[in-house]
């Protein structure tokens, strides 16, 4: 199952998350239908100008026992985050 969220900080959209979870693990639980409908798209609910970039800057993988229990991306602007990578130099 897919499960998108947006994440808000003083009122403004600042992320989203698409998490996958195997139905063996959540079928029949609270977690199977945890948002009624069809979920909006990035632009929309992140309140970005149309063609506004976008970066995908987690993937991550949540494990129980080496089972993968959910996987989401993680969808923040460009416009509102700076990436930095530190890497020593040797």
């Not at 979870?21 to 639980?29: I, K, R």
């Amino acid at each position: 199952m897919v499960t998108r969220y947006v994440f808000h900080s003083d009122g403004e959209p600042i992320q989203i998350s698409y998490s996958r979870e195997p139905l063996a693990v959540t079928g029949g639980t609270s977690v199977e239908w945890p948002e009624d409908g069809p979920a909006p798209d990035e632009v929309r609910d992140l309140r970005l100008p149309p063609r506004s970039p976008m970066m995908f800057v987690i993937a991550r993988t949540y494990y129980a026992d080496g089972v993968a229990v959910e996987t989401a991306d993680i969808v923040v602007p460009s416009d509102r985050y700076e990436l930095v990578y530190r890497t020593p130099v040797r």
